[in-house]
């Protein structure tokens, strides 16, 4: 039987509800199967850690999580601890280091699940962002100075380099490729940065030959608000920077009905390192504790880690069963209109794999 070694990080907030929930759908799931099984190990990093140790994680959390097959995250931010000391301390310290530099996000409009966007379905609305997530806006490169003086500094500097950009849009490209449509959209600002900005545009012009059955466009970010809300149907692929897919993918999220739906995938492709898969919402404080998180997301990024670990089948049963209880309407979570608890639709979602006809 093939086992996979699941990092699990709840982290902060919600974070424990929603991955303690994808854990028992992940178990499901191999009992269904019967070819495979996982092999989950926890860990109680967060903002909890850091208040009472001063780290979010220890300094070898590199290395214990390096011989596992994937990671599965839950959140990271806390209204006692900054938001840059959660971040720049849990997930852009595994991200980074384990060069994850291919962030992918499907974003489109389940079974049973309304838009916000008047008359627009599931055909209409049906992308991938993918994002740069190893250097541009968060790269980290910057600092302040003259502290607490009024010509106090700060500076971030968004740091691109032309491998960077490259594999990441050559990543893009090939996902585009696979994909039905075969269309794909580079979304920059390089009206006004004509430096980083025009080198993605440039970069661009040399891998896209590599690729001539993929149809390309260009938008610049603002314009691409305005597409995603007025023309959706006019996108499938999407591939910007760190900075501008974060923002772009959080309207995605929310123009399919949630960000409680959301999922995400932080893939190294090369498989040097781990990948690690979490839901797009954060730590949602204002209803810690309350058992009425959606994991739906944390569903869908499960079923992203099952395709990534080699096992399809089971990553398409879990849609299946996602689907099927959305469609069903009989148990939606609060974010979605109705009053079922995280542990309604875990059960629900977990009812339908066990009758999934895939």
Not at 217 to 227: E, F, G
Request: hydrophobic share 45%; proline share 6%.
């Amino acid at each position: 039987m093939r086992t996979y070694k699941i990092a699990a990080i709840p982290g902060d907030g919600i974070g424990t509800e929603v991955i303690e929930a994808g854990l028992e759908v992940l178990d499901a799931l191999a009992a269904r199967d019967g070819g495979f099984r996982v092999e989950a190990r926890h860990f109680d990093w967060g903002s909890e850690r850091y208040l009472r140790d001063g780290a979010m994680m220890p300094v070898d959390g590199l290395e214990q999580l390096r011989p596992h097959d994937a990671i599965y995250f839950g959140s990271a931010g806390d209204p006692r601890v900054p938001d840059h000391v959660t971040l720049w301390g849990l997930r852009l310290a595994i991200c980074q280091p384990f060069d994850q530099y291919a962030n992918v996000r499907p974003a489109r409009i389940l079974p049973g699940v309304e838009s916000p966007l008047r008359g627009v379905t599931s055909g209409d609305l049906d992308w991938v962002i993918v994002r740069e997530n190893s250097e541009g806006e968060y790269a980290g490169a910057g600092g302040r100075v003259h502290q607490g003086h009024g010509h106090e500094v700060g500076l971030d500097v968004a740091v691109f380099t032309r491998e960077g950009v490259e594999r990441v849009q050559r990543f893009a490209l090939e996902l585009a490729q696979s994909r039905p449509r075969k269309l794909l959209t580079l979304v920059t600002k390089s009206n006004a940065q004509r430096h980083g900005m025009v080198m993605w545009d440039a970069v661009f012009e040399t891998v896209r030959p590599d690729f001539p059955d993929v149809t390309v466009d260009k938008m610049l970010v603002d314009a691409m608000t305005v597409r995603m809300v007025l023309k959706p149907q006019s996108l499938d692929t999407i591939v910007a920077t760190n900075l501008h897919a974060d923002v772009l993918s959080d309207l995605a999220a929310a123009l399919t009905g949630s960000l409680g739906l959301a999922p995400t995938a932080n893939l190294n492709p090369e498989r040097r390192f781990p990948s690690m898969f979490e839901p797009i919402h954060g730590s949602a404080f204002d209803i810690m504790g309350q058992g009425i998180a959606n994991p739906i997301g944390s569903f869908w990024s499960a079923s992203m880690m099952l395709e990534h670990l080699g096992e399809p089948r089971a990553a398409r049963t879990l849609m299946a069963a996602i689907e099927r209880v959305t469609a069903d309407r009989k148990v939606r979570p609060r974010d979605l209109g109705g009053e079922a608890t995280t542990a309604e639709v875990t059960g629900a979602v977990i009812a339908a794999i066990g009758g999934a006809n895939i």
